[in-house]
C-alpha cells in the first residue's frame, strides 16, 4: 500500500485509458533470448521518451515474472502475482516465453491472454527499407492483421487420447450423436480439441478492426476463415463478421460478401476494388477470402490486403508467413488488447530461440517495434515517431544482427546490444 503511494496508474474511463506522466508499467524479460532483447529494448524506449518529452515524461518500469525466471524464483510459471500486476497496471509489455510441445506446462502466453481476456492481438507487417526479403517488392505489403486471441482451437478445452474422460466422452457422442461419431475415422485412438467460435467473441474482433481501419485510414478489411468447409465455426465467424459491420457501420462500409452474392456483387477487378467504388475517407470495403488461397495471395497480390480479420489458429500461421516478406518474426512487433477494460500486453512475437539464449546475437527489433506500439497506445506518438525513425535509420545504415547481415550485401555485423544502440543513435 504504501510503496502504492508513490506509483502513478494508468486508468481506464469509458473507452479510452488516461496516461499519467510517469506510469508504472510492468514488463516480463521472459526466457531465452528474452533478456537479451529486453536490455538493448528498454534503452530504445527510456531514449525516445527522453528525447520526445525532455523529461516530462518517463516510465517507470516494474518487472513481473512469468516462465522460467518464475519457476526458478517462486516455484510457479505463472504466479498470480504477475495477472493482478498486468490487471492494476492496465498496459504491459513482454519477452518471449517456453512452451513445452505435446505434454507439460500450457502456453503460458495462452494463460495470460485469457486471464486478462486480451481478444484482439495486432499485428502490424510492413518492410522498412533495407531489410532483406524473399519477396521481390516488399514494400507492397502493408497490412494489419486482427487475430482473434481466445477462441477457436485454443480454448484448451482438450481431452487426451486413453483418459477417463475422453471415454467418457466419446460414450456421450456415440449414443447421442451416433451419425457424427460414425464420421471418426480412428475413434479408439483419438485425441479431441473443442474449437469454440461465438458470435460475441466475433463481433468484438470485428469492431476493433473497424474501428482500427476507420481512424487510421485504411481502405480494406478481408475476413480470413474456413468457412467452406467448417461451415458453424468458421462460416459463423464470416457472417457474424459482415452482419456486425453491416448493424453498427452501416453508413461507412461497402460489404462484398461472397456469401450473399446477390446483394453486392459487383464484376470488378479485385485489385481495383477500392478504386471501383470511390470510397472517401472514413469509408471501408469488407471483404473475404477462404484462408488458403489467403495465403497464395498475401504473396502474389500483396496490395489486395490492408487490414485482416481472421480467427486464432488461421491469424497465427498467417502473421508468421506475412512477417517473413518484410524480414521475419525477428522484426514483427504485436499487441495484445481488450478494447472494453482497456488492459493490453505488448510482446515479441517470435519465440524464445534457446539456441541463442545469452549470446548477444538476436535482432530485438521485434521487441523495440512491440514498445513503439504500446507507446502509440498510450498516446506517446512522438516517442513512437523516434523509434520508427531510430529503427529505420539504423537498418538503413547496414549495421544489423546476424539474421540480417547473412541476407545482406555489404552489411556490418552489430549485437543485440549494439543494433539498441544504432535505433538510439539514429532518432
Ligand atoms: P523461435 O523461438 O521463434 O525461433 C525460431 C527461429 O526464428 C530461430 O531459430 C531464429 O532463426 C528465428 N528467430 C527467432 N527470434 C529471433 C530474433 N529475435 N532474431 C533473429 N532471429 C530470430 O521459435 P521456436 O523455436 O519454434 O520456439 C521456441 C520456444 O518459443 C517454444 O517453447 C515456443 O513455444 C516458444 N514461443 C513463444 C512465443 C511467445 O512467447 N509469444 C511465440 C512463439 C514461440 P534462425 O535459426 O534461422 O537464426
Not at 529494448?41 to 517507470?60: D, L, T
Not at 478481408?222 to 459463423?236: P, Q, S, W
Request: aromatic share 10%; proline share 4%; net charge positive.
Amino acid at each position: 500500500m504504501t510503496a502504492d503511494k508513490n506509483k502513478q496508474f494508468i486508468t481506464f474511463c469509458g473507452n479510452s485509458i488516461k496516461v499519467p506522466n510517469n506510469p508504472n508499467i510492468p514488463f516480463i524479460q521472459g526466457d531465452g533470448i528474452g533478456p537479451d532483447i529486453w536490455q538493448a529494448s528498454v534503452k530504445v524506449f527510456n531514449a525516445a521518451v527522453k528525447k520526445a518529452y525532455k523529461g516530462k515524461r518517463e516510465i517507470q518500469w516494474q518487472e513481473v515474472y512469468a516462465g522460467e525466471k518464475a519457476y526458478n524464483k517462486f516455484g510457479e510459471w505463472l504466479p498470480q502475482d504477475t495477472i493482478d500486476a498486468f490487471k492494476k497496471y492496465i498496459v504491459g509489455i513482454k519477452g518471449p516465453l517456453t512452451t513445452p510441445v505435446g505434454g507439460g506446462i500450457r502456453s503460458l502466453n495462452v494463460a495470460l491472454r485469457k486471464s486478462l481476456d486480451l481478444y484482439a492481438c495486432i499485428r502490424p507487417i510492413k518492410w522498412f527499407l533495407g531489410v532483406p526479403s524473399p519477396v521481390k517488392q516488399p514494400q507492397d505489403l502493408n497490412v494489419v492483421i486482427f487475430r482473434e486471441n481466445t477462441e477457436g482451437i485454443y480454448t484448451g478445452i482438450e481431452f487426451e487420447n486413453g483418459t477417463a474422460d475422453t471415454e467418457q466422452l466419446k460414450d456421450i457422442l456415440r449414443e447421442l450423436f451416433p451419425n457424427e461419431f460414425a464420421k471418426m475415422r480412428f475413434p479408439d485412438s483419438s485425441g479431441f480439441s473443442l474449437k469454440l467460435i461465438s458470435r460475441e467473441g466475433t463481433e468484438r474482433i470485428m469492431r476493433a478492426a473497424i474501428n482500427y481501419a476507420i481512424k487510421n485510414n485504411r481502405k480494406t478489411i478481408t475476413i480470413v476463415h474456413k468457412g467452406n468447409i467448417m461451415k458453424f465455426t468458421d462460416g459463423a465467424f464470416c457472417k457474424w463478421a459482415y452482419n456486425l459491420a453491416e448493424r453498427e457501420f452501416s453508413n461507412k462500409v461497402y460489404t462484398r460478401n461472397q456469401w450473399n452474392r446477390t446483394k453486392t456483387e459487383k464484376s470488378v477487378d479485385a485489385a481495383n476494388e477500392e478504386q471501383e467504388l470511390s470510397l472517401k475517407a472514413g469509408e471501408l470495403l469488407i471483404k473475404d477470402v477462404i484462408a488458403d488461397i489467403a495465403f497464395q495471395q498475401t504473396l502474389t497480390r500483396p496490395k489486395d490486403f490492408d487490414v485482416i480479420v481472421t480467427t486464432n489458429l488461421n491469424g497465427d500461421y498467417l502473421s508468421d508467413a506475412l512477417a517473413a516478406q518484410v524480414g521475419g518474426v525477428g522484426i514483427s512487433p504485436g499487441g495484445n488488447i481488450n478494447f472494453e477494460t482497456g488492459m493490453a500486453i505488448f510482446e515479441a512475437c517470435h519465440g524464445t530461440a534457446p539456441k541463442y539464449a545469452n549470446k548477444n546475437v538476436v535482432n530485438p527489433s521485434s521487441l523495440i517495434l512491440s514498445g513503439e506500439l504500446m507507446l502509440r497506445y498510450l498516446g506517446w506518438d512522438q516517442a513512437a515517431d523516434l523509434i520508427i525513425k531510430g529503427l529505420g535509420g539504423a537498418i538503413k545504415s547496414k549495421k544489423v544482427t546476424y539474421d540480417f547481415h547473412r541476407l545482406m550485401d555489404n552489411g556490418i555485423k552489430v549485437t543485440t546490444n549494439e543494433f539498441g544502440d544504432e535505433v538510439i543513435n539514429n532518432m
